[in-house]
Nanobody, 123 residues
């Protein structure tokens, strides 16, 4: 079992920044693929970004150039640095883990999920 706990959400003005953190349990965190997804009210959960065990990253077009995913295996933590935030980034952000290390670009590839953290961007 893998437990994921997100933190760092909040309210920010457009153009501002936030950094989300996701602390993971598990002895083999360094082998996991980790991802961030988000879900806005009335919309489906969407892929934001992912990082593989060897640091390979992929971003949704909507966040490319503004968001950065990173991981610290010593701390069993993955981060999402969000810059130049827009009102359309408002959503609940979820951390997800794929213990197989494959790093899919859709939610079906991730068996473990955090509880989510709210990000609200005001205009």
């Amino acid at each position: 079992q893998v437990q994921l706990v997100e933190s760092g959400g909040g309210l920010v003005q457009a153009g501002g920044s936030l950094r989300l953190s996701c602390a993971a349990s598990g002895r083999t965190f360094s082998s996991y693929a980790m991802a961030w997804f988000r879900q806005a009210p009335g919309k489906e959960r969407e892929f934001v970004t992912r990082i593989t065990w060897n640091g390979n990253t992929y971003y949704a077009e909507s966040v490319k150039g503004r968001f950065t995913i990173s991981r610290d295996s010593a701390k069993n933590t993955v981060y999402l640095q969000m810059n130049s935030l827009k009102p359309e980034d408002t959503a609940v952000y979820y951390c997800a883990a794929d213990t197989r290390g494959l790093g899919a670009l859709n939610a079906l590839g991730y068996a473990y999920w955090g509880q989510g953290t709210q990000v609200a961007v005001s205009s």
